[in-house]
């Protein structure tokens, strides 16, 4: 599956799926390409899978050994241009266009860099991703921040659910337990100033003039 749009969560639970049971068996796939690397470094092959020098080896075509086509060799006769010979010839030939099994092995290790460039790719893109959404939404591994404070870049975490503070908010938002408790206290929202201060840690002197309500918590209780 390629995604062209961002994943269902069908989608998006087999394609995690795979990559978790890909990831598993990542390490044993390794080793085994690791030890079939160490083997073809250790015993090189001809393309017939003989090994390139000792016994058991081709006949060598070059200097009329055992089951050579040397055409300066007196002593070769009709019964020289065997089958043998003709297999011998075919492997030098072969050897030109390279062993399948180191071809075969060169191809994985390339798969291997391969994806190790594609992931090294998927990491940086996810760096991204999580770059993009810390500008956006600087807090967003946090619990939910209280609006009022993150008006002033300030984060504090909201209590649970959302209010509107008896009406002071034109809609419900998650407010945090210092801007909830003040307009308990004081009936009105605080000011800028005053959240400002409050995020600095500094006391926070309250206008009482500005209290638009005799009883808020009274009035809180009948809105809230």
Not at 33 to 38: A, K, P, S, T
Not at 140 to 148: G, I, K, S, V, Y
Not at 186 to 211: I, S
Request: hydrophobic content about 40%.
């Amino acid at each position: 599956m390629k995604p062209r749009t961002i994943p269902t969560a069908e989608q998006w639970a087999e394609l995690r799926a795979s990559a978790l049971a890909l990831a598993a068996a990542t390490p044993a796939l390794v080793e085994t390409l690791g030890r079939i690397v160490d083997t073809c470094r250790a015993h090189p092959s001809t393309p017939d899978g003989y090994p390139a020098h000792g016994e058991g080896g081709p006949p060598n075509l070059t200097t009329g050994g055992d089951g050579a086509l040397d055409p300066d060799d007196d002593e070769a006769g009709p019964t020289d241009d065997t089958s043998t010979e003709r297999a011998a010839l075919a492997r030098v030939l072969g050897r030109q266009l390279g062993d399948p099994l180191d071809r075969a092995t060169i191809a994985a290790c390339a798969d291997l860099a391969a994806a190790l460039s594609f992931l090294a790719g998927l990491e940086r893109k996810v760096a991204d991703i999580g770059r993009l959404r810390a500008a956006r939404d600087p807090w967003q591994d946090r619990p939910t921040a209280c609006a009022l404070m993150a008006e002033v870049g300030h984060y504090e975490a909201a209590l649970v659910g959302t209010t509107t503070l008896g009406d002071l908010l034109a809609d419900e938002q998650p407010v945090g337990r210092w801007c909830y408790d003040f307009a308990r206290r004081l009936g009105r929202l605080p000011t800028e100033d005053e959240r400002r201060a409050h995020a600095d840690g500094k006391r926070v002197r309250v206008d009482v003039t500005r209290n638009a309500i005799d009883d808020p918590i009274a009035y809180l209780g009948k809105h809230s």
